[in-house]
């Protein structure tokens, strides 16, 4: 830690991260509650985690104001401005993620009407539990500035996307094998959708930190899967 | 412990001055008027009250004082409260704050050993939010600091390989008096409660759902056999070995549920002793070779000598692990094929499980949490079999899973192997990796899930497992020797 002559901007840079960090953190147990209300059928777990996303946007609103604040009142230079740049970034990356955990919910209040399809479900649990490892990981590379890990949670997103792809096929054959389970499988593909792109935000979040710490770009293609055909 | 302030002495001489003064004015004022005589008075009256209470309250502090020097003498002799808490077995944390929407002042001023294992911290004081991130608990110390509320709140750590649950108490503490509030948290591991309540369902489902089927062709067999086949001798020996035949995999089953409720039952505690991976191997191969033979299956391995390196592990679920990937391996390895063996000391975590070039799909069914020192010890068992697609790699590791178009046939097999794999290595804090190149099928309208997979043998396809626990230390430079059963490889020649 570089100390600054005025205390007060350090602290002010502090504060930011660590709002980022909170924000971090409320974001994970969105996406989190959100799998579990599609894996337990939970209507107010869904209903809590729809209405708890707007206290996401309010801490992004924050922390940009603040970053911009920062920004315009000490001008800040090299790492610090990389740091107030990136706080501002992650925390739109994370309110991302928190609008599509809260879709997922939505769409869990709706299949949660129908049949119960465990397979289905179990899947999403899965994917979801490899989603939030993820999240988790780039949190904690932020929060101590580890490139390392940012490096790994960066070089494995193609296993979201095997798991999406997988996703893909099984409900393929579900909704071959009985029309009635179309509305349903469609909302199950959405969210699988939406946690391939929670995947995607973490990878984004993850080059963030790596141009933080390094003050450089990713230079690298992102790894990618193309199976799918267009 | 409160700390012991002495009493405001300038009180007392103020006291006495405002007194002294007032029999002063008193005695100074030559014409006698009665609001002086008051005003004087009241200053008299007041300065002895002051100078009384004043006077009480110090006698009653030194008076207590001695109490509080035999309590402060009594501690250097032993442990302090902080030693005593440091070596508690629960997580204890001590947080403080100065304002409630500043969230960069909560501060974690004491944590003991288990709480710094749990939140992962490399220092005992730190920001606290870069501990915790949960927002159901910064909220319970939230209330604590500023709302001087007790509760208890109970979270689960996600994300993690191994699923845990917690519950924590958090409640105020007594205010130092700089204007900075404290807060107690203390938690209670409750993992083990939620595992069986979560166990006993999914134990009752599973065997419920999976012992039905073989339960009707042995109940309708047996109507069979009292009914119109009861003279048949034929038809009724042949229904005997059938129904022999179920009655078997329905022990199979239940064995195999057992050991996983067991295993995923103890999957949060991580095992203490040494295992040798190089001799489980051998005993696995020695016992499955007459099988092999059976089947014109060759078993080839590469390793150390046993009894040199071991990993921290129980001996006989690393055997199961080897026992279980050897066994699915023979399954699947057509006949004049080579299963083989490798153990491999020193490798680092693939951090990339990206595909690697060629044609190999690869996916990591299981990423252990990030230690320290990542070396580990790999088994890797590869058959030569039809290989497995990318699309069905994911669910691999699921239970009671069978991948498209593969016959079960003449396999006898629970759907629980692979799944018993999982939880031992999750218990090991290890890894598991697939890899496989499968049998080129040719894409009909890209939709259809294909359902046929030859099963000729095919040099070109094969299918790898790879179990990855993690080693105590870097074993260096190991001479590795290819060690091939001649048993074996005989009955493949």
């Given at each position: 830690m570089n100390p600054h002559t005025v205390k007060t901007y350090g602290e002010e840079l502090d504060q930011l991260s660590a709002e980022v960090i909170l924000m971090g953190g409320l974001a994970e147990a969105q996406v989190a509650d959100a799998v579990e209300a599609v894996a337990r059928r939970d209507v107010a777990l869904a209903q809590s985690v729809i209405q708890r996303d707007q206290r996401l946007d309010e801490l992004e609103k924050d922390i940009e104001r603040k970053a911009i604040r920062l920004i315009a009142l000490r001008q800040p230079m090299a790492s610090d401005l990389r740091k107030t740049v990136s706080a501002m970034k992650i925390a739109t990356s994370l309110e991302r993620t928190g609008d599509l955990a809260k879709n997922i919910a939505k769409r869990s209040l709706v299949i949660s009407e129908s049949e119960p399809m465990s397979g289905l479900t179990r899947s999403?649990?899965?994917?979801?539990?490899?989603?939030?490892?993820?999240?988790?990981?780039?949190?904690?590379?932020?929060?101590?500035?580890?490139?390392?890990?940012?490096?790994?949670?960066?070089?494995?997103?193609?296993?979201?996307?095997?798991?999406?792809?997988?996703?893909?096929?099984?409900?393929?054959?579900?909704?071959?094998?009985?029309?009635?389970?179309?509305?349903?499988?469609?909302?199950?593909?959405?969210?699988?959708?939406?946690?391939?792109?929670?995947?995607?935000?973490?990878?984004?979040?993850?080059?963030?930190?790596?141009?933080?710490?390094?003050?450089?770009?990713?230079?690298?293609?992102?790894?990618?899967?193309?199976?799918?055909?267009? | 412990m409160p700390d012991y302030k002495p009493p405001a002495k300038h009180y007392v001489p103020l006291?006495?001055?405002?007194?002294?003064?007032?029999?002063?004015?008193?005695?100074?004022?030559?014409?006698?008027?009665?609001?002086?005589?008051?005003?004087?008075?009241?200053?008299?009256?007041?300065?002895?009250?002051?100078?009384?209470?004043?006077?009480?309250?110090?006698?009653?502090?030194?008076?207590?004082?001695?109490?509080?020097?035999?309590?402060?003498?009594?501690?250097?002799?032993?442990?302090?409260?902080?030693?005593?808490?440091r070596a508690m077995p629960d997580p204890v944390m001590v947080v403080s704050g100065l304002e409630p929407d500043d969230i960069a002042g909560r501060w974690v001023v004491f944590a003991n050993k288990a709480a710094m294992k749990l939140f992962r911290m490399e220092r005992e004081g730190g920001l606290l939010v870069s501990y915790i991130r949960n927002p159901e608990l910064l909220?319970?110390?939230?209330?604590?600091?500023?709302?001087?509320?007790?509760?208890?709140?109970?979270?689960?750590?996600?994300?993690?390989?191994?699923?845990?649950?917690?519950?924590?108490?958090?409640?105020?503490?007594?205010?130092?008096?700089?204007?900075?509030?404290?807060?107690?948290?203390?938690?209670?591991?409750?993992?083990?409660?939620?595992?069986?309540?979560?166990?006993?369902?999914?134990?009752?489902?599973n065997a419920s759902h999976e012992l039905r089927t073989p339960l009707a062709s042995l109940s309708g067999f047996i109507d069979t056999l009292r009914g119109h086949a009861k003279d048949d001798e034929g038809a009724r020996d042949k229904f005997l070995s059938i129904m022999a035949a179920q009655a078997d995999r329905m022990g199979r089953l239940i064995n195999d549920l057992l050991s996983l409720s067991r295993i995923e039952m103890n999957e949060h505690v991580p095992p203490t002793g040494d295992a040798d991976i190089p001799l489980a191997v051998k005993d696995v191969v020695d016992s499955l070779t007459i099988l092999a033979q059976e089947k014109?299956?060759?078993?080839?391995?590469?390793?150390?000598?046993?009894?040199?390196?071991?990993?921290?592990?129980?001996?006989?679920?690393?055997?199961?692990v080897v026992q279980n990937l050897t066994d699915n391996a023979l399954k699947y390895a057509p006949e004049g094929s080579v299963v083989e063996i490798e153990v491999l000391l020193d490798q680092a975590l693939p951090q990339a499980t990206a595909p690697v070039e060629g044609q190999a799909s690869r996916l990591m069914l299981l990423r252990p949490d990030r230690q320290l020192n990542d070396v580990y010890t790999v088994v890797r068992v590869r058959d030569h079999g039809p290989g497995i697609r990318r699309e069905f790699l994911p669910r691999l590791a699921e239970r009671f899973y069978r991948v498209e178009g593969q016959k079960s046939g003449n396999k006898l097999g629970t759907g629980l192997g692979l799944a018993i794999v999982k939880h031992i290595i999750s218990r090991h804090r290890g890894g598991l990796v697939v890899e496989s190149v499968a049998a080129e099928v040719p894409a009909a309208d890209g939709l259809k899930p294909d359902r046929v997979v030859p099963l000729t043998v095919d040099v070109k396809t094969w299918t790898a497992f790879s179990a990855y626990f993690p080693q105590k230390s870097v074993y260096g430079q190991v001479p590795v020797g290819p060690r091939a059963l001649e048993g074996g490889l005989k009955s493949a020649g």
């Open positions: 999403i649990e899965r994917m979801g539990k490899l989603v939030s490892s993820r999240l988790r990981d780039v949190l904690d590379a932020y929060k101590g500035s580890k490139l390392d890990i940012a490096q790994a949670v960066w070089s494995s997103d193609t296993e979201v996307d095997e798991h999406y792809n997988a996703m893909f096929r099984e409900l393929l054959t579900y909704m071959m094998g009985d029309p009635r389970t179309i509305s349903a499988c469609t909302h199950v593909l959405f969210m699988a959708k939406n946690l391939e792109r929670i995947g995607d935000h973490a990878t984004n979040m993850a080059e963030h930190i790596h141009y933080e710490v390094t003050g450089e770009d990713y230079m690298n293609e992102r790894p990618k899967l193309t199976t799918m055909e267009p | 006291g006495g001055i405002l007194a002294f003064a007032g029999l002063i004015l008193m005695a100074a004022i030559p014409d006698f008027q009665p609001y002086t005589a008051w005003a004087s008075l009241i200053l008299v009256a007041y300065g002895l009250i002051s100078c009384y209470s004043r006077l009480q309250t110090y006698l009653e502090v030194q008076s207590a004082k001695p109490a509080t020097e035999i309590r402060v003498k009594v501690q250097p002799e032993g442990p302090s409260f902080q030693e005593v808490l909220e319970a110390v939230d209330e604590a600091l500023f709302g001087n509320v007790s509760r208890s709140t109970v979270f689960d750590e996600t994300g993690g390989a191994q699923d845990r649950f917690w519950q924590a108490w958090t409640s105020p503490l007594p205010v130092e008096g700089t204007g900075k509030r404290l807060a107690l948290m203390v938690m209670r591991d409750e993992t083990d409660v939620r595992r069986i309540e979560r166990m006993r369902a999914d134990f009752l489902a014109g299956v060759a078993i080839s391995v590469v390793a150390p000598k046993p009894g040199l390196f071991p990993v921290v592990g129980d001996r006989d679920q690393i055997l199961q």
